[in-house]
Nanobody
């Protein structure tokens, strides 16, 4: 069982920055993968960034060079630093956790199946 609580979000003008935070509680801080996803109404949830237990990262092409994912296992926190924000980045952002490599499978748009946990979501709105 992994509990995820998100902080941050808000409104910003294009070109601005925001940082999303996600605190996770679990029996072990060594969670296999921690992710950020986003979703706009009427569209499928899409992967934004992910980081594994070895700090290997991956990013969606649309955010590469602008967003940075990081994790602090000691304090059980996940972050997403978002710079040079664009109106197209406006969405509900969700953190997610896949605690066990053997119990999750990632499909199209990185959507996970299997044992996976979600945060409650945080709205990010970028105005032009």
């Amino acid at each position: 069982q992994v509990d995820l609580v998100q902080y941050g979000g808000g409104s910003v003008q294009a070109g601005g920055s925001l940082r999303l935070s996600c605190g996770f509680t679990a029996s072990s801080a060594n969670i296999y993968v921690l992710d950020w996803f986003r979703q706009v109404p009427g569209k499928e949830r899409e992967g934004v960034a992910g980081i594994d237990s070895h700090n290997n990262t991956r990013y969606a092409d649309s955010v590469k060079g602008r967003f940075t994912i990081s994790r602090d296992n000691a304090n059980r926190m996940l972050y997403l630093q978002m710079n040079n924000l664009k109106p197209d980045d406006s969405a509900m952002y969700y953190c997610g956790a896949a605690p066990d490599v053997g119990q999750v499978k990632y499909g199209g748009s990185w959507l996970p199946s299997g044992v996976y946990y979600w945060g409650q979501g945080a709205q990010v709105t970028v105005s032009s």
